[in-house]
């Protein structure tokens, strides 16, 4: 039989580095040993199978009221290398740590987004204003050969508002060039009042041909707010997405297909409703540690965050300092096991090697 090919055998060490709640494989049925606090051996439950089908092993971990640390090491030439891994709180717990947002979104409306793209975009927009909560505040900002905005400022989610905005995402269509520096300045010409959080959510499938314009916008007047891009198809320009996102302690999001803007950018939406802990700052007394990504972003609930150090004469403390909600928070994370955790310092190999190709480019563009 054809798909009888490729037999396989499969055992698994999980090192949780925290108490889990659930641990499974999806596909196929195994046989889990818990041989430790927060460490698993994992083998298929027939001693044999066939490779016809992905292996996809889930888990989660306990969660509980406040945000949780995990390290993990290993060294090497005299460096320790060190994954660092922050768990959000249960939601429970957090729901009155939330911040409330001022949400700005930018989106295309040049002749490229014509069709599937725009209809799939406005239909997320459309959704994402139901989600508001009350005491947040939005605005829409969108652009083709000029930029324009639903309000002067961001204005409370309210029936009114959101009608209006309804109103008017339903009159947009897709036509004309792709001018990104209006609207990203029109975005960028504010600050986060105390206490809330200024996420900038910016939808496009327009190819960037000024980067160096808009880095130097990005780095003017970015300040406090929070960018998060996406982008759509073959033509988007992922180094200036992806580096745009990271300066503004948020995330990239590439759509290959257009059918799935929607299921994609709803995703994202839902992430970004719930900020769990941020201004994140980490702290290692009397090491010189390099650390990537920086600056380390924002914690998310149902979402992890993993920061990668590499450093010399590390002691066993990392302490990390926060926002959660209108309280500050710290927390201190030990790091045990010396030497046990072998990959990291590959993990941490690459974020420096897409550092250091990101440095090259931005010298030969100069």
Avoid: C
Avoid at 95 to 109: A, C, H, T, W
Avoid at 162 to 181: F, K, P, V
């Amino acid at each position: 039989i054809r798909d009888r090919i490729n037999p396989i055998t499969m055992r698994i060490a999980l090192d949780a580095a925290l108490p889990l709640a659930k641990l499974s494989s999806t596909y196929h049925a195994v046989d889990i040993r818990q041989t430790d606090k927060h460490r698993y051996n994992i083998t298929l439950a027939a001693s044999q199978v066939f490779a016809d089908r992905d292996f996809e092993l889930v888990w989660r971990p306990e969660l509980n009221a406040q945000p949780q640390t995990a390290v993990f090491n290993e060294h090497h030439d005299g460096y320790e290398y060190l994954l660092l891994s922050v768990l959000p709180p249960e939601l429970d717990a957090a729901g009155q740590n939330i911040l409330p947002r001022d949400v700005i979104f930018i989106l295309d409306v040049s002749g490229s987004m014509a069709g599937t793209s725009i209809n799939q975009a406005k239909a997320s927009l459309l959704r994402a204003l139901t989600r508001l909560k009350p005491g947040e505040r939005f605005n829409i900002i969108w652009f083709n050969d000029r930029a324009e905005q639903l309000y002067p400022h961001a204005m409370s989610a309210s029936e009114k508002t959101i009608q209006h905005a309804r109103a008017l995402i339903s009159r947009l269509d897709a036509d004309g060039g792709t001018m990104m520096l209006p609207a990203l300045t029109l975005a960028l010409n504010k600050q986060p009042e105390p206490s809330r959080l200024r996420q900038i959510i910016f939808l496009t499938d327009g190819n960037v041909d000024n980067e160096l314009e808009l880095f130097s916008l990005i780095n003017r007047q970015l300040g406090d707010n929070r960018l998060f891009t996406i982008g759509i198809g073959s033509a988007p320009n992922s180094y200036f997405m992806r580096k745009a996102a990271r300066a503004g302690r948020g995330t990239y999001t590439y759509i290959a297909d257009i059918n799935e803007v929607q299921q994609k950018t709803d995703t994202l939406l839902e992430k970004l409703e719930s900020p769990a802990l941020v201004n994140i700052d980490i702290n290692i007394d009397g090491a010189d540690v390099e650390i990537f990504p920086t600056p380390v972003p924002d914690l998310y609930l149902g979402d992890p965050l993993n920061v990668l150090l590499r450093g010399k004469d590390i002691g066993s403390e990392i302490t990390l300092y926060g926002d959660y909600g209108e309280t500050s928070w710290q927390q201190t994370a030990e790091i045990i096991n010396r030497a046990t955790h072998p990959g990291v310092r590959t993990a941490w190999a690459r974020s420096k090697i897409a550092s250091l190709h990101e440095q090259h480019r931005d010298a030969e563009s100069e």
